[in-house]
């Protein structure tokens, strides 16, 4: 069986991202409602892949032998600036990054487990280099310009 911090890592992740997915769809929703129709299938894409991660982890957590929990969580924010969104996501990037990096840590003696966790690692910071390139995008060509290219 796996190791406690890494059977309580999945469940995080399961409780967290499950949340955070239901968040990426809303964002999806609001941004597609501003006409901002990149900014809009992105998140939808982003929601869905996280799915995809809760799925996996709640899988693992079954074959270990490990209950599932369907836990609350605080309400999470609604942000229909599209900058402020993404400096919002880029932080909530860089808290998860620093978090999750412990769990594969743990994981390493559990192949099938850190693999799921290795590829969720790897999909997260690819989304915090997209939203830190966004920013640097901003400050170079500007907001308005910025939001243009999201349309």
């Excluded at 990096?101 to 966790?117: C, G, N, P, S």
Aim: proline share 3%; aromatic share 10%; charged share 25%.
């Amino acid at each position: 069986m796996a190791n406690e911090m890494v059977i309580a890592g999945l469940q995080a992740i399961v409780t967290g991202l499950g949340q955070q997915a239901d968040g990426h769809a809303i964002q999806s929703r609001i941004f597609a409602s501003e006409g901002f129709s990149k900014l809009a299938d992105k998140y939808a894409e982003h929601a869905a892949e996280e799915r995809g991660y809760v799925d996996k982890c709640v899988d693992r957590l079954l074959d270990l032998g490990c209950p599932v929990k369907l836990e609350t969580k605080p309400e999470g924010p609604v942000i229909t600036d599209p900058v402020e969104w993404v400096k919002y996501d880029l932080q909530v990037s860089k808290d998860g990054l620093a978090w999750l990096k412990q769990i594969v840590e743990a994981a390493r003696d559990d192949y099938t487990t850190y693999d799921i966790l290795k590829d969720y690692y790897q999909d997260e910071e690819e989304d915090l280099y997209w939203g830190e390139a966004q920013l640097a995008l901003i400050e170079c060509i500007g907001t308005q310009n910025w939001l243009l290219q999201q349309l």
